[in-house]
């Protein structure tokens, strides 16, 4: 054996076995498409059968005396009378209501611990502008202390958005369970987050400077300057599209070499792949619907403040709201007080698409259910209410196949409490994701556990 | 008898436009009818009147009679407390909360910065507070002087403070007053102290000078007493005599902390000079100290589920308000923030749920456990006779996440009505956009003259967020 010939083996070697990981990596991304039947390491798994409960599937009718099956992780049969397979565990479930786990589609769960004075624990804005290349899903830590914490309270699945420039990069739909981002995720890459340019005047707060507002027409032409250089991002990526496009048809045209970020661009350009555009008020909303009209892209917006003031552009361009201002105060001094608490009303009254979310990071998504209800307090039916942060954050996703009410074969993301789900008095006794009936600790427990009985 | 007559009559009216001059004006009767009375100390009554007479709970049980004048409202179905009292807030604070030159700062007080027109009273309102804790900022170890006030929105400033509420002063211990979670600013030097080491001593250092002080006050008084000539009175020290009035027993301290350890320490600081602190504010990890804190009679007044929002406040716990009420803590729940201050009823529902505090104490801790805590329960923070006619209507049951505030009264005085702030929304869109065409307002694209500098309201949720430079 000549040393040529063992250096080629060797190289040989080499490539078989890059070729095997590059294949492996498919397939484990494939298995991120988290069907269901995996099966994570926490909780508990098998054959469960939730008797005599009050079942709100949310998709339909409330059966107020019925049965849950969770088989393979899935909801196998549900009704007032099904069958139980033999070797399930029976939870007697009297008195107990069953709930599709709820879905914040807002957060920023898993890409922050702590946000303030521990910059080591926050991995949600990259440096630079456009970023469509950064995932979401790669920076969520899957043993974050906020998963239990969110979970023990029926919150089962969260998108998680990257923050950061204009082009933030592309949010991760996860379920609050498992060991790895892939066992987690039910959707790797949903959407691309978008800071859509707006006009501000604001130019940060700093108590040591005397910070002035920016001049307004200089704030006009800085939003300008923003917006053309999306666009022209856009054309570009569409172009780099083409061109790969057709250099993979015929090999003797000149080779276009890879751009890591317009690569990330060619879905969402092309329309195929949701776009997430963050804003707010009338204006800027209007704006994206301009520009996805123009652009001819997917497009749903996460904010929402005045959404129900654009009902027909968002209708026409079938755009959906992830509407995350229930916690936040008026803009402007002379907004009625219950403005933001009364925009979801106004949503469904004007037929928009729409969810609630926390638009919280991670401590605080726990509190979804009570976003919920308040919406439900100024204007919302209850029925409306629940399915906001159930059925209607699954359609926007897409997941509605899968997730967000209780009908058979799909996923047993379930939550079993005392009563009403959306109440601050009600007691959460199981939770259930893909199958798996959680333990309902936390750190929060923990601590709890640990001094409650300290003298 | 005509000119007597004349005369008379001429009393009657001058004497009424004196009552009106010197009370703003006349206080109707009101009576409250028929509600589910939440009462916060004596449980709840079914289907109660509440009668109202000078701003004053006059009398409360069923049936009962009522003048041909008195204004009635039916609260049937309706559910009647307390109004709520949040002991942690920098609502109607103009400006900075901080006064951040230097780390003891006991001379400023938030007397001096309140606005009465701040929106955020409106909204507290429409929640349901009646009452608020005007506490300085915590970026300084000793901070400014407090005002306890009702949010009686509409009037003038001078009536909002609650005059015979005792005077108090904010501290703070930890992150914060060390200031490291702010880059130091170029060219600046970062301000002593840096560590929870230097906090402590820089309110050690405080209070030995105002123990000096109270000494030469005492020499001087004892002088003045004994008809000395040579008396000299010492000369007035702005930033100690707050200080002095606490070793008196005069001014309630209110410590912001987070960390057990610090929060221990500030009461073994007190159990050294000799007072009590009356609350340790956020105490975020109080309940690890409960026993500690309940042995010397230290109200705590905390946040119901916030948490991880920094690294102090990583260990916090929602079980918090249950751990400190089982060990015969005086609780309350405060806001610290415009936003939340408007769902306190809600923060107060969950304590039910974390660890399962029974709901009539757990309604206390947004009434009258704060209202005590402030040293104002002789006036308000329950509905019991005599007490100020302090009240909300609810539409429901103020822990349900569907209830909604219907009406809120201060002394009697309605300062929140839905029912009229809907009515009046149709006037003052059509008055908005009335203001919106003058030329001072369109848009310069549109051929109007733009404002020279529109400002983007920034409203500060929680101390760090923005506008109070890393409060909370």
């Known amino acids: 054996m000549t040393i040529t010939n063992y250096k080629s083996r060797i190289t040989r070697f080499f490539f078989y076995l890059c070729l095997s990981v590059f294949i492996c990596g498919q397939i484990s991304f494939v298995h991120a498409q988290n069907d269901g039947s995996q099966q994570n390491q926490t909780g508990k798994a098998g054959i469960f059968a939730i008797t005599n409960a009050r079942i709100v599937t949310v998709s339909g009718a409330v059966i107020e005396n019925g049965t849950v099956v969770v088989q393979n992780g899935k909801i196998a049969a549900v009704g007032a009378s099904v069958s139980i397979p033999g070797g399930a565990e029976l939870i007697e479930a009297r008195g107990l209501s069953v709930y599709p786990g709820m879905i914040d589609a807002g957060t ?181 619907v301009k520009f996805v009209e123009q652009m001819k892209v997917k497009g749903v917006i996460i904010g929402g403040q005045e959404a129900w003031k654009v009902a027909d552009g968002l209708k026409k361009n079938n755009i959906s709201v ?45 509190d979804l259910p009570y976003h919920a209800g308040s919406a439900g307090a100024y204007g919302l039916s209850k029925e409306e209410a629940l399915k906001s942060v159930t059925l209607y954050p699954a359609q926007i996703l897409g997941l509605s196949d899968r997730i967000g009410s209780i009908d058979t074969g799909k996923i047993a993301n379930l939550v079993i409490a005392d009563g009403d789900i959306l109440e601050p008095r009600t007691n959460v006794k199981y939770v259930f994701i893909n199958g798996r009936m959680l333990p309902l600790t936390s750190r929060h427990t923990d601590l709890f556990e640990q001094f409650k009985d300290r003298k | 008898m005509k000119k007597f007559t004349a005369f008379f009559l001429l009393q009657i009216l001058l004497l009424t436009a004196f009552n009106f001059a010197v009370f703003g004006q006349t206080k109707k009767e009101v009576l409250i009818r028929n509600a589910t009375v939440i009462t916060a100390i004596h449980g709840n009554l079914e289907n109660t009147d509440i009668l109202i007479q000078n701003g004053k709970i006059a009398r409360i049980g069923k049936n009962l009679k009522a003048a041909s004048n008195t204004q009635v409202i039916d609260a049937s179905g309706k559910f009647v407390t307390p109004g ?122 405080a209070f030995l000078r105002a123990r000096d002080y109270r000494r030469a006050l005492d020499d001087y008084r ?109 609780v309350s729940i405060n806001s610290d923030s415009e936003e939340r201050i408007r769902r306190l009823n809600l923060d107060a529902a969950k304590v039910e749920k974390y660890g399962g505090v029974p709901e009539e104490e757990a309604l206390k801790m947004i009434t009258l456990n704060p209202a005590k805590q402030l040293g104002i329960d002789k006036r308000t923070g329950s509905i019991e006779q005599g007490k100020d006619a302090d009240i909300v209507i609810w539409n429901a049951h103020p822990f349900s996440v569907y209830a909604r505030a219907d009406m809120t009264m201060i002394e009697g005085e309605v300062f929140f009505d839905r ?22 307002n369109r848009p310069p694209g549109s051929g109007g003259t733009a404002p020279k500098i529109p400002s983007e309201k920034r409203q500060a949720d929680r101390d760090e967020a923005v506008g109070d430079g890393g409060n909370h």
């Open chain 1, 322 to 366: 992830i509407y995350k201002n229930i916690y936040n105060l008026p803009v402007q001094d002379d907004d009625a007080y219950d403005y933001l608490f009364s925009a979801p009303a106004k949503m469904q009254q004007a037929g928009i698409r729409f969810c609630i979310s926390t638009g919280d990071s991670g401590p605080e998504i726990r």
């Open chain 1, 108 to 288: 920023n769960l898993g890409l922050t611990e702590i946000g303030l004075g521990v910059p080591g624990s926050v991995d949600t804005a990259e440096g630079g502008e456009m970023n469509a290349n950064a995932k979401a899903i790669l920076g969520i830590n899957p043993h974050s202390t906020h998963v239990n914490v969110t979970r023990v309270n029926g919150i089962t699945t969260v998108m998680s958005l990257p923050t950061g420039g204009i082009i933030s990069g592309q949010s991760a739909v996860i379920n609050l369970n498992g060991s790895t981002q892939s066992e987690m995720a039910l959707i790797p890459t949903y959407g691309l987050v978008i800071n859509f340019p707006r006009i501000t005047t604001f130019s940060g707060f700093n108590p040591f400077a005397n910070t002035q507002p920016v001049d307004f027409n200089e704030a006009v032409k800085q939003r300008d300057k923003r917006l053309d250089d999306l666009k022209t991002l856009f054309k570009t990526s569409e172009n780099y599209g083409k061109v790969q496009d057709a250099f993979a048809k015929d090999k003797s045209l000149p080779y276009p070499s890879k751009d890591i970020k317009m690569e990330a661009m060619i879905p969402y350009v092309r329309g195929e792949k949701p776009i997430v555009f963050v804003a707010e008020r009338e204006r800027d909303i209007r704006a994206v």
């Open chain 2, 84 to 205: 709520i009292i949040d002991c942690h807030s920098h609502a109607m604070m103009d400006g900075s909360v901080n006064e951040f030159s230097y780390s003891v700062t006991s001379m400023v007080t938030t007397r001096d910065i309140l606005n009465p027109t701040d929106i955020s009273i409106y909204r507290a309102l429409a929640g349901g507070v009646t009452a608020a804790n005007l506490l300085h900022g915590s970026a300084n170890s000793i901070g400014g002087q407090n005002t306890v006030v009702k949010f009686k929105y509409g009037r003038a400033v001078e009536d909002f403070p609650v005059a015979d509420a005792p005077p108090g002063i904010k501290f703070a211990l930890g992150e914060n007053p060390k200031q490291t979670n702010q880059p130091t600013q170029p060219g600046r030097t970062p301000r002593y102290p840096r560590t929870r080491m230097g906090v402590m001593e820089t309110i050690r250092d």
């Open chain 2, 222 to 330: 004892a002088k003045v007493d004994k008809k000395d000539k040579t008396a000299v009175a010492p000369r007035r020290e702005l930033e100690l005599e707050p200080l002095v009035e606490i070793l008196e027993g005069k001014r309630l301290v209110h410590s912001h902390g987070y960390r057990s350890d610090e929060l221990l320490n500030v009461l073994l600081l007190a159990d050294e000079f000799g007072f009590r602190v009356a609350t340790l504010q956020h105490a975020l990890e109080a309940y690890k100290i409960a026993p500690e804190i309940a042995k010397r009679g230290t109200g705590v007044s905390i946040f119901t589920d916030s948490w991880g929002y920094k690294l102090e406040a990583f260990d916090a716990i929602p079980y918090n308000a249950y751990i400190l009420w089982k060990n015969g803590v005086n």
């Open chain 2, 419 to 440: 029912a009229k702030d809907l009515a009046n929304r149709d006037a003052l869109q059509r008055e908005r956009e009335t203001l919106e065409k003058l030329d001072i």
